[in-house]
């Protein structure tokens, strides 16, 4: 794996990169859509690749549980068991230490899960986090971390952050150990920690970036935090992250906020906002959001955009999807999630362009100003 950064926009940090894997390239800022079990919901394979997608993410956790690391190996590793020719990042199964707080038992071994399926134990630790990842055959790996809920006490945060370095040694150290037996060249991602405590931020990424990574995350943001003290724990930690290593910044994935995150140097972005929302109604467009379920689209013929090239804006009204909806159709889940990801990649592909081009504060400017004003021309 290889990461080449082409472009950083002064006096901003917006940055336009290249990662290369053994899987395809992948040019950042880039959007991970999220396939928490070998599938992004209600879409296809080809689908992601009409739309744009580059790279996806899938859970170590869910495909521990089913399929099996083993059967997923058998397989011939997960791009094959899904049909999907192109890179994947799996995440360590960290956030389900905080989703699934009620289930799981920290120490500083590892975490014990009882399965939210059928109850049985499951046992994640830094080295066996790596072995599953190795089985998968994904592009990226993550290493396990502990993410804590907002708020807690700096105590508990101290103690995440020294239990999250303890494991990124470990989980380094087996990487190495098992690089002889990987189907191919996987990076291994670090993750930094620390709540809102700027010091924690700092020591946490600073000893990461020591034990050495090939590129690095920020983990724990998202989790209920007031906006500016989430893009201040952003832009420390990017200003502490090597200038050639990939930068990460996990779970974050509203439009705006993303687009703020491009602007403090951020390159990769995951999270099951913008196909979780399509399918409750909600897509996303130049003008805001808009729920096309809502009895205000009874009797409109125009698409989700007008400006939109994708299947869904191409073919079919508003009117027509609040009808799948309203009459539980499947269908309609599938073309609102087809617009969401194809609004996503553009705006990824617009964002990279403007820095390219010199000109991203400007092109931020013009994107809040139609995003926040709402206006229906387009």
């Excluded at 990487?175 to 291994?188: T, V």
């Excluded at 491009?262 to 399509?278: E, S």
């Excluded at 009117?319 to 599938?334: D, S, T, V, W």
Aim: charged share 20%; with cysteine; net charge neutral.
């Amino acid at each position: 794996m290889e990461f080449r950064l082409e472009k950083t926009d002064a006096p901003a940090g917006a940055r336009a990169g290249v990662l290369k894997t053994a899987h395809g390239v992948v040019e950042t800022p880039s959007f991970m859509p999220v396939g928490t079990q070998g599938t992004v919901k209600t879409v296809s394979p080809h689908e992601l690749e009409d739309a744009g997608v580059r790279m996806v993410l899938a859970n170590t956790y869910h495909l521990v549980l089913r399929p099996g690391d083993a059967l997923v190996r058998e397989a011939g590793g997960l791009h094959a068991f899904m049909g999907w020719p192109r890179p994947i990042l799996t995440d360590s199964g960290g956030f389900q230490v905080f989703s699934l707080a009620g289930l799981r038992k920290i120490t500083d071994d590892g975490v014990r899960f009882q399965s939210h399926l059928d109850g049985s134990t499951l046992v994640f630790t830094p080295e066996s986090v790596v072995d599953v990842q190795r089985n998968l055959g994904s592009d990226v790996m993550m290493v396990l971390d502990e993410c804590v809920a907002y708020p807690c006490t700096r105590e508990d945060a101290a103690g995440a952050c020294a239990r999250t370095l303890h494991w990124a040694v470990r989980s380094k150290r087996r990487a190495e150990e098992s690089e002889a037996r990987a189907p191919f060249s996987q990076g291994l991602f670090g993750i930094g920690q620390g709540s809102t405590h700027p010091d924690l931020r700092r020591s946490c990424m600073d000893r990461l970036v020591e034990i050495g990574f090939d590129g690095y995350a920020i983990g724990g943001l998202a989790v209920g935090e007031p906006k500016q003290t989430m893009m201040e724990a952003v832009a420390l930690s990017a200003g502490l992250m090597p200038p050639d290593k990939p930068r990460y910044l996990m779970g974050v994935g509203k439009p705006e906020d993303i687009v703020e995150a491009i602007a403090l140097g951020i390159d990769l972005f995951d999270c099951v906002i913008p196909t979780r929302n399509a399918r409750n109604g909600t897509v996303y467009t130049r003008q805001g959001k808009r729920v096309v379920k809502n009895a205000e689209f009874a009797v409109d013929f125009r698409p989700i955009e007008t400006s939109c090239s994708c299947y869904a804006c191409r073919f079919f009204s508003r009117a027509y999807l609040r009808h799948l909806f309203q009459a539980g159709e499947i269908l309609g889940l599938r073309l609102t999630t087809i617009h969401n990801l194809h609004f996503y990649m553009a705006l990824m592909q617009e964002a990279r362009q403007a820095v390219v081009d010199g000109r991203f504060q400007a092109w931020k400017k013009a994107f809040f100003n139609v995003y926040y004003g709402g206006n229906e021309s387009s």
